[in-house]
């Protein structure tokens, strides 16, 4: 069973609080009821929905790994006409989104589907979905920081927990240092704060992995499906 609202929204019908405001207004009913409570829980296989006169069908699931530019925004629509990662799914029919967020400066791995119960089980924080960034510093990060790193900084919203930081090397001619930076937590721009607490400046940050998956022979801007398998063991996070 699951919220009337987020059937709604994952059949397509809008936003789960779009469609939280059809049910208010009375568009919405369940086996020939009107509902107009926000708590009513359905089973999308039996039960009959139907939005505005129009019978709901449960789209089939979708899931994409897509590799992010830099510059491009993890949202699905944006007022101020700026490219969002939707703007590389036209092809897509049914309706999907991301999973959790890069920030507009970050490239590299995201995913976007239609199972919200799935983008739920890998956003949660208990489930300790490793995350893989590639970071590019400019200057020489001082081998003490490596290791402050690990351990967990202080930042404004609570210490981080530890992580996993590989040092790359220092390239001498452009004056950068590029580390691997492994997180499970999911707080907004945690790896650039980590970084930028020790006063270093971020010149490139690209997430490289995200639990098993990487990035290997998708290109910038391009996607691919997911295997039935790597969904599967997507699943095994719950």
């Known amino acids: 069973m699951e919220r009337l609202q987020k059937v709604m929204s994952s059949c397509g019908v809008a936003s789960r609080r779009a469609s939280e405001q059809l049910i208010l207004a009375g ?21 009959v929905i139907v939005v505005n006169g ?10 994409y790994l897509f590799n992010k530019p830099k510059g491009v925004i993890t949202t699905a629509s944006d007022d101020q006409g700026r490219e969002t990662v939707l703007d590389y799914f036209s092809a897509v029919k049914d309706r999907i ?5 890069l920030d507009q400066n970050t490239e590299g791995l995201l995913l976007l589907t239609n199972d919200g119960a799935l983008a739920n089980i890998l956003m949660h924080p208990s489930r300790l979905v490793d995350k893989t960034y590639e970071v590019r510093i400019k200057g020489r990060v001082a081998e003490g ?3 402050k790193l690990a351990d967990g900084v202080k930042l404004a919203d609570g210490m981080t927990a530890p992580a996993i930081v590989c040092y790359n090397g220092y390239d001498g001619a452009n ?6 930076i492994t997180i499970h937590e999911g707080r ?6 980590m970084v930028e607490y020790f006063g270093y400046k971020v010149h490139n940050l690209k997430r490289v992995q995200y639990a098993f998956l990487t990035l290997h022979g998708v290109k910038r801007g391009a996607y691919r499906r997911l295997t039935r398998e ?3 063991e997507l699943y095994r996070y719950k």
């Open 97 to 101: 989104y991301p999973v959790g967020r």
């Open 54 to 63: 129009q019978k709901l069908e449960m789209q089939p699931k979708h899931y």
């Open 145 to 147: 920081h490596l290791q």
């Open 230 to 232: 790597e969904v599967r």
């Open 188 to 193: 907004n721009r945690q790896v650039r704060r």
């Open 27 to 47: 568009k919405v009913r369940v086996n020939g009821v009107i509902v107009k409570e926000l708590g009513v829980k359905v089973d999308p296989d039996r039960d």
């Open 175 to 180: 004056d950068m240092t590029t580390l691997e």
